[in-house]
T-cell receptor, first 112, second 118 residues
Framework: GNSVTQMEGPVTLSEEAFLTINCTYT??????LFWYVQYPGEGLQLLLK?????DKGSNKGFEATYRKETTSFHLEKGSVQVSDSAVYFC???????????FGGGTRLMVKP | ETGVTQTPRHLVMGMTNKKSLKCEQH?????MYWYKQSAKKPLELMFV???????ENNSVPSRFSPECPNSSHLFLHLHTLQPEDSALYLC?????????????????FGEGSRLTVL
């Protein structure tokens, strides 16, 4: 079956620090990979995605590269802001029906 | 504003009550989903509807009963719940997948209904 493993949080950083949130996966078939973000009091929203190996998804300064050889999709940002404080979810799907498998989520807290 | 609206935002109910959660989307999507988000647990898919037909029931107890009268509306009827059912219930919608490498994976979520069962 499919599974997604994320580093446990919370991750606490100072503003302008470098961020990495690790994500690894197991999948039957060829997955598409996603990062979703959940800001306080809101639902999840798509942050970025990659659909094939070596693709890099990027949005709002965040990046993640689809690494098939290491089955990973780590999220990075060069300089975090207080407004990036949220819960980040790594996810994958291997079918056309949008049946997403989510990781457990990683809470990021950025201090001024 | 994601285009997916959930009501109520907060609900407190006793174990013998009957209540319903409502989800509405005006994005023209034909797939709708219920997810359960509990503290310290991964997001759990509960039900999937494609073109008003239920296509996935992820072994959800019968005290949760979904209803999808049309492609824009999704309900979750609640009856004789347990305290461990307290959670944030998230509704989402999407276009059905267009193919294995097509426009898959972007779900549009509502803000959730926070349920507390006493």
């Amino acid at each position: 079956g499919n599974s997604v493993t994320q580093m446990e949080g919370p991750v606490t950083l100072s503003e302008e620090a470098f961020l990495t949130i690790n994500c690894t996966y197991t999948a039957t078939g060829y997955p598409s990979l996603f990062w979703y973000v959940q800001y306080p009091g809101e639902g999840l929203q798509l942050l970025l995605k990659a659909t094939k190996a070596d693709d890099k998804g990027s949005n709002k300064g965040f990046e993640a590269t689809y690494r098939k050889e290491t089955t990973s999709f780590h999220l990075e940002k060069g300089s975090v802001q207080v407004s990036d404080s949220a819960v980040y979810f790594c996810a994958l799907t291997t079918n056309a029906g949008n049946m997403l498998t989510f990781g457990g989520g990683t809470r990021l807290m950025v201090k001024p | 504003e994601t285009g997916v609206t959930q009501t109520p935002r907060h609900l407190v109910m006793g174990m013998t009550n009957k209540k319903s959660l409502k989800c509405e989307q005006h994005l023209g999507h034909n797939a709708m989903y219920w997810y359960k988000q509990s503290a310290k647990k991964p997001l759990e898919l509960m039900f999937v509807y494609n073109f008003k037909e239920q296509t996935e029931n992820n072994s959800v107890p019968s005290r949760f009963s979904p209803e999808c009268p049309n492609s824009s509306h999704l309900f979750l009827h609640l009856h004789t719940l347990q305290p461990e059912d307290s959670a944030l219930y998230l509704c989402a919608s999407s276009h059905p997948g267009l193919g294995p490498r097509g426009d898959t994976g972007e779900l549009f979520f509502g803000e959730g209904s926070r349920l507390t069962v006493l």
